[in-house]
């Protein structure tokens, strides 16, 4: 097999420009802004808008400095890879145990709320049934290989994209008062109470949430070892991120608020559909739930392909059983998407004879690790960029730009997220579990050096 469609790993470069394109945008818009977005606006008011130019922003960088690396060094295991080879064997552990692990616990509660979806249209189908349908059908397009993967999403993207643009679409012809009888103006952006309702506190909390809404989006970084061209597709789908936060996130939000008091957004239902509503569209609330299904399909097949990759190149380190390290003829970690895909099963079944607080923790790790994710990606770029040689540093073909200010910056924002989390009574248990969660993987850590 020639190495142009193989990378050194062993698995298949067959995702396109395309692909790449729309997974990075999938990576960004999930089922939270379809109906999570009210919560966020209910804290900051019209201001959210500043939170989510911010967030994007520090994102952004987040994303320069994974592919810096992505673009000299595409691996699958990515930033797990990364820390392993410039921060040391146990930043490599920790980093991809905990993404892997956040895929997971992102996979079970996508499952769940499916079966709530489905049940919308289908009251009497039991949510596991739905769960197990939708498990056997994305670990059947994984398992094909990864080009199959890239397709479905990219028509999963594609779908997401398509509602938001015509909600945004529906939204300008509401303000400018097409087809009714006065306009309606942008007014709403500064009534009842003002621009920052709930003043500094308010918006400084919401970057919380706000940041969180954005988890997904390193996925490009995983995709970078199947990339038919990773030095071409990486820079390109990275350097579009935060503009497309701020079409899709804030041009969004900002049409929302400016048609309804920011006070009664989600007190009547998704936002989303009371535009479509509003502007005669049959069946609005069908086709927004059509879309969240693909929504939560499209992040549960993500987190299939991120989590068989990462036990994947866990096990080319050594952190893994040695089992993750096999392909399929295919060349698909099958294995790592086989045994993922049946803890995820195991839980979601689990689900219905636990008490909810098991999913409280699962919940709780998950927003940590989120935090522990950006974190090392930001560390292990200054290391990877301290490693090399001035010339070393003139050959990069997607340099981080100012270097360590930039990664400072941000790396000083996710010690202000630990913090700002503190003041948040559904984020406190996190602060707790956190600290365990990173214990626990030291201690298998150093149980396993020892054998």
């Given at each position: 097999?020639?190495?142009?469609?193989?990378?050194?790993?062993?698995?298949?470069?067959?995702?396109?420009?395309?692909?790449?394109?729309?997974?990075?945008?999938?990576?960004?818009?999930?089922?939270?802004?379809?109906?999570?977005?009210?919560?966020?606006?209910?804290?900051?008011?019209?201001?959210?808008?500043?939170?989510?130019?911010?967030?994007?922003?520090?994102?952004?960088?987040?994303?320069?400095?994974?592919?810096?690396?992505?673009?000299?060094?595409?691996?699958?295991?990515?930033?797990?890879?990364?820390?392993?080879?410039?921060?040391?064997?146990?930043?490599?552990?920790?980093?991809?145990?905990?993404?892997?692990?956040?895929?997971?616990?992102?996979?079970?509660?996508?499952?769940?709320?499916?079966?709530?979806?489905?049940?919308?249209?289908?009251?009497?189908?039991?949510?596991?049934?739905?769960?197990?349908?939708?498990?056997?059908?994305?670990?059947?397009?994984?398992?094909?290989?990864?080009?199959?993967?890239?397709?479905?999403?990219?028509?999963?993207?594609?779908?997401?994209?398509?509602?938001?643009?015509?909600?945004?679409?529906?939204?300008i012809l509401i303000i400018l008062g097409v087809g009714q009888a006065h306009p309606q103006g942008l007014s709403n952006l500064w009534r009842n109470g003002g621009f920052m309702p709930n003043g500094i506190s308010g918006l400084v909390l919401s970057l919380v949430m706000v940041m969180f809404s954005f988890g997904g989006v390193e996925l490009i970084g995983i995709t970078a070892g199947e990339a038919?061209?990773?030095?071409?597709?990486?820079?390109?789908?990275?350097?579009?991120?935060?503009?497309?936060?701020?079409?899709?996130?804030?041009?969004?939000?900002?049409?929302?608020?400016?048609?309804?008091?920011?006070?009664?957004?989600?007190?009547?239902?998704?936002?989303?559909?009371?535009?479509?509503?509003?502007?005669?569209?049959?069946?609005?609330?069908?086709?927004?739930?059509?879309?969240?299904?693909?929504?939560?399909?499209?992040?549960?097949?993500?987190?299939?392909?991120?989590?068989?990759?990462?036990?994947?190149?866990?096990?080319?380190?050594?952190?893994?059983?040695?089992?993750?390290?096999?392909?399929?003829?295919?060349?698909?970690?099958?294995?790592?998407?086989?045994?993922?895909?049946?803890?995820?099963?195991?839980?979601?079944?689990?689900?219905?004879?636990?008490?909810?607080?098991?999913?409280?923790?699962?919940?709780?790790?998950?927003?940590?690790?989120?935090?522990?994710?950006?974190?090392?990606?930001?560390?292990?770029?200054?290391?990877?960029?301290?490693?090399?040689?001035?010339?070393?540093?003139?050959?990069?073909?997607?340099?981080?730009?100012?270097?360590?200010?930039?990664?400072?910056?941000?790396?000083?924002?996710?010690?202000?997220?630990?913090?700002?989390?503190?003041?948040?009574?559904?984020?406190?248990?996190?602060?707790?579990?956190?600290?365990?969660?990173?214990?626990?993987?030291?201690?298998?850590?150093?149980?396993?050096?020892?054998?």
């Amino acid at each position: 097999m020639s190495s142009s469609n193989q990378n050194q790993e062993g698995l298949q470069r067959s995702l396109s420009e395309r692909h790449i394109q729309m997974i990075a945008l999938g990576g960004a818009i999930g089922v939270g802004l379809f109906y999570g977005s009210a919560t966020t606006i209910q804290m900051a008011g019209p201001a959210i808008t500043l939170s989510y130019t911010f967030g994007g922003f520090i994102i952004f960088i987040i994303m320069r400095a994974l592919g810096e690396m992505a673009t000299a060094e595409p691996l699958s295991g990515s930033f797990s890879a990364y820390a392993y080879r410039y921060v040391g064997p146990f930043s490599g552990f920790l980093t991809g145990w905990t993404y892997w692990f956040l895929w997971i616990a992102v996979g079970m509660a996508e499952l769940t709320a499916l079966g709530v979806y489905v049940n919308y249209w289908y009251p009497g189908i039991p949510h596991w049934a739905s769960a197990l349908v939708a498990l056997v059908l994305m670990v059947a397009v994984n398992l094909v290989n990864v080009k199959a993967f890239g397709e479905f999403e990219f028509w999963f993207a594609t779908i997401k994209v398509v509602a938001i643009l015509g909600m945004i679409a529906a939204g300008i012809l509401i303000i400018l008062g097409v087809g009714q009888a006065h306009p309606q103006g942008l007014s709403n952006l500064w009534r009842n109470g003002g621009f920052m309702p709930n003043g500094i506190s308010g918006l400084v909390l919401s970057l919380v949430m706000v940041m969180f809404s954005f988890g997904g989006v390193e996925l490009i970084g995983i995709t970078a070892g199947e990339a038919e061209n990773p030095q071409s597709t990486i820079p390109k789908a990275i350097n579009t991120v935060f503009w497309r936060v701020l079409i899709f996130y804030v041009g969004a939000i900002g049409v929302m608020m400016a048609i309804y008091p920011w006070n009664e957004i989600g007190t009547q239902g998704s936002p989303f559909v009371l535009i479509f509503d509003r502007i005669g569209i049959p069946a609005a609330a069908s086709i927004i739930n059509a879309v969240v299904i693909t929504a939560a399909l499209s992040s549960f097949n993500s987190g299939l392909f991120s989590t068989g990759r990462m036990l994947y190149n866990l096990a080319l380190q050594d952190n893994a059983p040695k089992m993750f390290a096999r392909l399929s003829p295919a060349g698909v970690p099958r294995n790592g998407i086989l045994v993922s895909s049946s803890i995820i099963l195991i839980v979601v079944v689990l689900n219905y004879l636990l008490p909810s607080r098991a999913f409280t923790i699962l919940s709780a790790i998950t927003t940590f690790a989120m935090v522990i994710t950006w974190t090392s990606i930001l560390v292990t770029q200054l290391k990877f960029r301290k490693s090399l040689s001035p010339d070393q540093v003139e050959q990069l073909t997607f340099k981080m730009p100012a270097n360590k200010l930039l990664s400072t910056v941000a790396l000083i924002f996710m010690g202000v997220l630990l913090v700002l989390m503190s003041f948040i009574p559904d984020m406190r248990f996190a602060l707790a579990v956190g600290p365990l969660w990173i214990l626990l993987l030291y201690l298998g850590f150093r149980l396993k050096g020892s054998r």
